[in-house]
């Protein structure tokens, strides 16, 4: 207990230090989620998609989801393709769990972790300070791991002032009321809808799309 309490510490202040660090971001995630994770896997058990995810156990990694970039351009899959490729991301470089005294928890936080680009597409938010720190507060929102506000904190420390006044103006707002609104996305089996239209699947899950940034005003 001790040895992941001072895990969980020494990753809270490397990550409040450099929010970049996803290794550290992922070790604080799971040496203080444990008991949200619980409740996570306890509402996937209870959707029809849940259980089939858990049954299941997909990855989210090249070699299952590398047909998204054949999709028409404009499903889901093929939106996914477009914010992966535009970044030059992979889905194979998240970190591996560690601190998961289960099997099954292990894979409801890998899972957690590998569907943050689908919500990055699904959101329409951008791999910015403010789009990660948007993320961080519907994650929190829906999962309400404590890693997630602690990232925001650390995010929103290193924002200037305009970025800072940005933030909590427009999309801290958006993100709290997106967070609420859509369904539980944990629980969505996403790789069963990459031939889907996009829009289609927004409406369905009650997605609100990112809110555009207000033009700066001309002197």
Same mark, same amino acid.
């Given at each position: 207990m001790l040895g992941v309490g001072a895990v969980a510490l020494g990753? #809270?202040?490397?990550?409040?230090? /450099?929010?970049?660090?996803? /290794?550290?971001i992922a070790a604080l995630g799971e040496t203080t989620g444990r008991p949200f994770?619980?409740?996570v896997l306890e509402r996937m058990k209870n959707s029809p998609e849940g259980r089939a995810i858990l049954l299941e156990r997909p990855r989210v990694i090249s070699a299952n989801v590398g047909h998204a970039w054949d999709l028409p351009e404009n499903t889901f899959g093929a939106a996914y393709a477009r914010f992966m490729g535009s970044r030059n991301f992979?889905?194979?470089?998240?970190?591996?769990?560690?601190?998961?005294?289960?099997?099954?928890? #292990?894979?409801? #936080?890998m899972r957690a972790r590998e569907v943050h680009d689908f919500w990055h597409t699904l959101f329409g938010l951008p791999t910015n300070l403010i789009g990660e720190s948007a993320l961080k507060v519907i994650e929190?929102?829906?999962?309400?791991?404590?890693?997630?506000?602690l990232s925001v904190v650390g995010g929103t420390a290193r924002f200037n002032e305009k970025q800072r006044s940005l933030f909590f103006q427009h999309y801290f707002p958006w993100a709290t009321r997106a967070g609420l609104r859509c369904t539980d996305l944990i629980s969505v089996y996403y790789e069963r809808h990459f031939n889907e239209d996009l829009e289609d699947v927004r409406k369905r899950w009650g997605i609100i799309p990112a809110p555009v940034p207000p033009k700066p005003n001309r002197v």
């Open positions: 990753s #809270a202040v490397g990550a409040l230090l /450099d929010p970049r660090r996803a /290794d550290l994770f619980q409740r992979s889905p194979d470089d998240r970190p591996p769990v560690r601190f998961m005294e289960s099997e099954e928890l #292990a894979y409801v #936080a929190f929102e829906q999962m309400h791991l404590p890693m997630c506000m």
